[in-house]
């Protein structure tokens, strides 16, 4: 009976370690914002959002943030050999076709992972391939992700017609929640 009792309790403060140390590293976030979170701005206390670095366009001329107020602009940090990336592909095509003539602009910034997705020419073949028909930008050097503090793959901005972000998700998920801000910053009123 005491070897069970001494088992228990080293399994149990192997776990308390475990959960501590995670903790105490930042281990628990990063976990956490892999399964996905969100976070939404008041107007009034949103930053506008920062102008898009240079890169290689596909699907549009260049865009500029700043020329596009009026209209509510979705950004996505994707790349193309994530998977995760290619599980939101759906719902951000979906808002592209359904929204776009209603005022939403999708952007998809491609900051890659891997050596191979560094190459425009093999961008241009993934989107092409992934149907995707909304304008993306190479950010092969990351200075859009590092303006915006992207993190992980994807992360997805919405911004205002203002220019303001008003919301942030990281991962998948959050579909309704960002379907139904599209819905919201597209009735507001404001250039």
């Known amino acids: 009976m005491d070897s069970r009792r001494n088992m228990l309790i080293g399994i149990v403060t192997g776990i308390v370690i475990v959960a501590a140390l995670s903790y105490a590293t930042g281990l628990t976030k990063l976990?956490?914002?892999?399964?996905?979170?969100?976070?939404?701005?008041?107007?009034?206390?949103?930053?506008?959002?920062?102008?898009?670095a240079t890169g290689d366009w596909i699907n549009s001329a260049p865009l500029k943030l700043n020329e596009l107020r009026g209209r509510v602009v979705?950004?996505?940090?994707?790349?193309?050999?994530?998977?995760?990336?290619?599980?939101?592909?759906?719902?951000?095509?979906?808002?592209?076709?359904?929204?776009?003539?209603?005022?939403?602009?999708?952007?998809?910034v491609h900051s890659p992972e891997f050596d191979e997705e560094r190459e425009v020419?093999?961008?241009?073949?993934?989107?092409?391939?992934?149907?995707?028909?909304?304008?993306?930008?190479?950010?092969?050097?990351y200075q859009t992700w590092s303006t915006y503090h992207v993190e992980a793959w994807p992360t997805t901005f919405l911004l205002d017609k203002q220019g303001r972000i008003r919301w942030?998700?990281?991962?998948?998920?959050?579909?309704?929640?960002?379907?139904?801000?599209?819905?919201?910053l597209l009735a507001e009123n404001g250039t």
């Open 74 to 108: 979705l950004i996505e940090f994707w790349t193309f050999g994530c998977i995760n990336c290619r599980n939101t592909l759906p719902f951000i095509k979906s808002w592209h076709d359904r929204y776009q003539d209603k005022g939403l602009t999708v952007i998809g």
């Open 31 to 52: 976990i956490r914002s892999s399964f996905g979170s969100s976070t939404e701005y008041k107007s009034s206390g949103s930053a506008a959002a920062p102008e898009l």
């Open 168 to 184: 942030m998700h990281v991962g998948e998920g959050g579909y309704d929640e960002a379907e139904r801000l599209i819905q919201k």
């Open 121 to 141: 020419e093999n961008l241009r073949r993934e989107v092409t391939s992934l149907g995707i028909r909304y304008a993306v930008v190479t950010d092969n050097d």
